[in-house]
């Protein structure tokens, strides 16, 4: 007999989540289906009047420590693995005086769901499913003869597969029941191994698990030509209120755009994003403020961009930028009359961020490479003035700092090489991403002429230092007051002497700020 014409006759039933399971139950059931089943799982079958052995009638043995050991028996692992096609395990099998078990339905205590609850660390182990696993494993293993079921998504193709199959279920649907839980165990794994990484501070361990469920699949990718999903948390910090549906590229903006806007605690801030760099960061008294100064910054590169802010979004605001073309508008809430209005262009996107949960997320980085994954914790320490070193002889005066202090924050979130001339709350003009750092400077200043913007004693933030004197002497001949830039060039000396021979002040971080 092939696997294809065995017959379910024997399910073994161990369920946390019991949705559906009583109407999964009595259709098996009025299959011919014999049930065995656990604990809460027996309780809730037989509440419903079916007839369920349980499993301590079939091992001879009671659950014990609390239900932590009740199905690692052989009576119950040899009619999981037994292989039918084998005489020899059949014979053996059946000299325990064992059955098999054609169908396995189990799903895992909810260790995931216990670990967002911020659940003291001995109920997430009481929540470490142990019989679960190893059952599950076991069945998937010989998906040839026992069925799998992991979740209960499934239950109402197994039923139909049955009915069309004379209680049969095809090879190839069980293969794939094995595949998925495979997955499964090894997701739910990698949440405990994470965790107990995190218990331990322990960063980059030996082994990396991911553990991302699939959140989404995306039309395409970053183009047209290329398949693409969204794997982890991301809808659990940023929650979408309106419009057509999200791109990949938009998730990479949306994520870069809040990264920025969230570096400004102390005042309203806006930000607008084309393809992960800014073309604007300002601040203000009111978020209406903030977005003019950003959207001067350059109105050209605005033109579908992502319009991101740190504050509740309010009607003169959200009045303001309706007039504009904007892909996607970002904020931590929206008043009720503001929703409404950016709600008339039907394919805006309308998205609402939890700040605490996107700092909180902001640990570890993983970029993905040929062969392999690079991880690197997040970007976000910013030294405070006072661990810096004034490297000329001109001190920066406190306005000054105000901008240098500014411009170095945004710095952090522009595309190397990058170059940012700012006022003490409005960027001028953004150079991003040149091979040379020099022709960012050149591109900033070209871009700030091109929107009429004055630079004269504007700041300027460098991500990292100048190899030579003639970065900063373009960035002099913009109209540059001051500068900051982390330093620790062979050429330091020069550069330093360039800038006190030009009268500017130039600060030193000792921290650099690469973004590749």
């Known amino acids: 007999m092939s696997p294809n014409q065995h017959p379910i006759r024997r399910a073994l039933i161990s369920v946390s989540d019991k949705s559906g399971i009583i109407e999964f139950a009595k259709s098996l059931s009025e299959m011919g289906v014999e049930l065995i089943s656990t604990g809460g799982t027996h309780n809730v079958l037989t509440g419903a009047g079916l007839n369920v052995k349980n499993v301590s009638d079939v091992t001879g043995f009671p659950e014990i420590m609390n239900g932590r050991v009740k199905t690692l028996h052989p009576a119950i692992h040899t009619g999981l693995l037994a292989d039918l096609g084998n005489d020899s395990h059949v014979e053996q099998m059946k000299g325990h005086r064992y059955s098999s078990i054609d169908m396995l339905v189990v799903n895992l205590y909810p260790f995931e769901q216990t670990l967002k609850q911020n659940a003291e660390h001995s109920v997430l182990i009481e929540n470490i499913d142990i019989g679960g696993p190893a059952m599950l494993r076991a069945a998937a293993k010989n998906y040839r003869w026992t069925v799998v079921v992991s979740s209960p998504e499934k239950y109402a193709e197994i039923i139909s597969q049955m009915k069309e199959n004379n209680n049969c279920i095809p090879l ?10 495979f997955s499964l165990t090894s997701f739910y794994d990698s ?23 699939k959140a989404s699949e995306l039309r395409y990718g970053e183009n047209p030509s290329q398949s693409a999903s969204l794997y982890g ?44 760099n800014p073309s604007g960061v300002g601040l ?3 978020l209406s403020a903030a977005y003019h100064k950003a959207f001067a910054s350059d109105n050209v590169s605005a033109f579908g961009g992502i319009f991101a802010f740190n504050r509740k979004l309010d009607l003169k605001t959200a009045t303001v930028i309706h007039k504009i073309f904007s892909e996607l508008i970002i904020a931590p809430d929206y008043d009720d009359d503001a929703l409404e209005l950016l709600k008339h262009k039907r ?3 309308l998205m609402r961020m939890d700040i605490t949960k996107l700092q909180n997320a902001m640990k570890i980085d993983y970029k993905s490479i040929s062969g392999g ?3 690197q914790d997040h970007d976000k320490e910013l030294l405070d003035k006072d661990k810096m070193r004034v490297a000329t002889d001109l001190q920066p005066s406190d306005q000054q700092w105000k901008a240098l202090m500014f411009a170095w924050r945004v710095a952090k979130h522009v595309k190397s090489n990058a170059i ?17 750092r020099i022709d960012s400077a050149r591109i900033a200043a070209s871009k700030a002429k091109e929107m009429g913007l004055d630079l004269k004693d504007c700041a300027v933030a460098s991500d990292a230092f100048f190899p030579f004197a003639d970065g900063l002497l373009q960035c002099v001949e913009a109209g540059a007051s001051c500068l900051i830039q982390p330093g620790g060039s062979v050429r330091d000396e020069e550069v330093i002497r360039a800038a006190d021979e030009n ?8 921290m650099r700020h690469f973004k590749h």
Do not use: W
């Open 172 to 181: 190839d649907y069980r293969k794939n029941l094995a595949r998925e839980t």
């Open 373 to 375: 994954m690079l991880a």
């Open 347 to 349: 394919d805006r996107r």
């Open 233 to 276: 948390d991301f809808f659990e910090i940023y929650e979408k209120l309106h419009g057509k549906e999200l791109s990949y590229n938009n998730i990479v903006d949306i994520d870069a755009a809040c990264k920025l806007v969230i570096e400004f605690e102390e005042s309203p801030a806006c930000a607008i994003i084309k393809h992960t």
């Open 284 to 286: 203000g008294d009111t």
């Open 191 to 213: 949440m405990i191994a994470n965790y107990f990484n995190s218990e331990l501070n322990i960063d980059y361990p030996e082994k990396l698990n991911l553990g991302f469920s």
């Open 420 to 436: 940012i001339y700012t006022s003490s709350d409005r960027t001028l003009g953004i150079g991003a991403g040149q091979m040379s």
């Open 503 to 510: 009268n500017i002040a130039m600060v030193f971080t000792g």
